[in-house]
């Protein structure tokens, strides 16, 4: 099975799904499987040296840039965020808990076979495959407290994702 991409989708603070990225493996990445994949996902996409999804922010004490990947590709522009005390336009949020990844694989030794999703929920430890069901639920919730009491059942194994 080979990953052909993945769409980061995040929704745990926002009433409507909202597309951030698309991450497509590299060659180092390329025989990598999906948890792998997932993890460098969450890993690329936190701010915690500097912005992940602003190339123009650098770290302050070193100048360089720590956070994000070369495998993203933008779909949310920052242009459409709030610009800092520097007069940058402030990134993204980091990739929490509730966001949402469409991967698209396909099974390179079958050439019959089409393209599969599948899709993950960003859980409070690790990554939790859902169905298309769930998925499409997740992304219909539009109140904020449903949404977060729908998270938090689902961490606690309460509810079905």
Not at 47 to 66: A, C, P, R
Not at 82 to 89: D, W
Request: glycine share 4%.
């Amino acid at each position: 099975m080979r990953i052909l991409k993945a769409k980061l989708i995040h929704k745990a603070f926002e009433t409507e799904p909202v597309h951030i990225a698309t991450y497509t493996p590299g060659y180092n990445e390329k025989n990598k499987d999906v948890h792998w994949i997932l993890e460098d996902i969450f890993k690329s996409s936190q701010n915690l040296m500097d912005s992940w999804s602003n190339s123009e922010i650098v770290n302050e004490d070193t100048g360089f840039k720590y956070d994000g990947s070369k495998n993203f590709t933008w779909v949310k522009s920052v242009k459409d965020n709030p610009k800092n005390k520097e007069g940058y336009h402030m990134g993204h949020r980091s990739t929490s808990c509730g966001d949402l990844v469409m991967v698209f694989t396909k099974d390179v030794s079958d050439p019959v076979q089409q393209f599969k999703t599948q899709y993950y929920f960003c859980a409070m430890i690790g990554w939790k495959e859902i169905s298309k069901e769930q998925f499409d639920k997740i992304c219909k919730i539009d109140d904020e407290i449903a949404l977060q009491d729908y998270f938090m059942k689902a961490n606690l194994g309460k509810e079905l994702v």
